[in-house]
């Protein structure tokens, strides 16, 4: 995490406060970069995205490069996911670096997204019971509904799952992603997932014995999360960058699982 304190976040739609710390990211010289946090910044509700809202511009203190990182969010219990303002022009980089104004560097376009650099989670997984650690999960840039489905399948094999396909087209089940043990679906829009999705995806899994998973990236409706607690249905929140998070205890026992 960025900060070792963090702030204080106060959820608009349900009251509960969460101390939340910025992730830390590499910048391409090196050294570490944490989105400023301003204390006292009041959280907005994510409710339609858009490529542009997604980035932020952050300035390495150390070699005064602007770089644009995954704008921070935070996924309350509630089913809320909500947007952290980020302090603008809060890490001043050094006085002798001559950096052009508006720019990540010479010729490159000032919305140009990071590369390979993903942030670290944001909860603190459960420890691996595996011998040997996994490679770290490489992420696929999301700009379309299908790269969605694509990195979904890309971490379903990471997590140990074989043989995952993904559908040419998607079928009326709204099963996007198919393998021996786990079927998967992909939701790529701006609302939150519904109960019968996570329903839906139960059932497909029931029938073909295999472990049903979600991805979103909006979030899910409280009775979503409620009723996948009930069934013990792995839920994943992706951004942008492509790197699904855990929302829920059976997410975090998928992930710490040696499949």
Known sequence: MGAESGISVDCPACGRRHRYAAPTYACACGAP?????????????????????????????????????PQPELDCPCGTMLRIPVVPGANPGPADRDVPAGGTGPGLPRDWPPHDWSP???????????????????????????DAVTAAGLYLRWLGF?????????????????????????DPTTSRTSLRAVECVWLYGLHD?????????????EDARARADEL???LFVMDLTGTPQPVNAAADELVSSDL
């Open 33 to 69: 970069v944490s989105p400023p946090l301003g204390a006292g910044a009041h959280p907005e509700p994510v409710v339609r995205r858009s490529w542009a809202d997604e980035w932020v511009v952050v300035r390495c203190p150390a070699c005064g490069l602007d770089g644009h990182w």
């Open 120 to 146: 670290h989670p944001s909860h603190i997984p459960l420890p691996r019971t595996a011998a040997a650690p996994r490679p770290s999960f490489r992420p696929l840039t999301i700009r379309t509904a299908r």
């Open 162 to 186: 074989h043989g995952v396909v993904a559908a040419e087209q998607r079928p009326e089940s709204g099963i996007d992603l198919r393998g021996p043990d786990v079927v998967a679906q992909v």
């Open 209 to 221: 014995a295999a472990a049903g998973v979600l991805f979103s990236l909006a979030g899910y409706a």
């Open 232 to 234: 013990g249905v792995p």
